[in-house]
């Protein structure tokens, strides 16, 4: 019988992947309008990939920090490298991510996004779900 303490961390690592999805299909959402949203989608780009690492994090007994704003720059930067540390084949994607979010500032401000803004937000929703997928694949296949 599971101790409750692998039940406790297995189900905040679900709920961690339950909020990742749901912030993937928000910015998919604005990026599928007629115009598309990328300010509006980029949070919610920034935000999926935070919430699967922090559910790999989680999952690996962890949990120091989880909850922690990992939007923008070093927050995401630190919790990708933990996240890393604990399973290398998030390192990849987790990395892609974080240089996302060190442009999102200057993305975020700008009045008119440019045409290399638009797709790395565009890039940057694949690349958020290509961590929440990995994210999921590992923690499927370690019996989470």
Known sequence: MPSSRNTARTEHARSL????????????EALD???????DALPDVLAAPCAA???LVVWYGSPGGTDASCTHGEGLHTLAGRA???????????????QLAERAPAIARAPHLSVA??????????????????????LHATGA
Do not use: I, Q
């Open 84 to 98: 890393a540390n604990l399973n290398n084949v998030v390192r990849t994607p987790a990395h892609r991510a974080v």
């Open 53 to 55: 690492l922090r559910a």
């Open 117 to 138: 803004d638009r797709e790395d937000v565009e890039t940057g929703w694949y690349t958020a779900r290509n961590v929440v997928r990995t994210v999921a694949t590992e």
């Open 17 to 28: 992947l339950t909020e990742a999805t749901d912030h993937l299909a928000k910015a998919r």
């Open 33 to 39: 309008a007629s115009p598309p949203r990328y300010k």
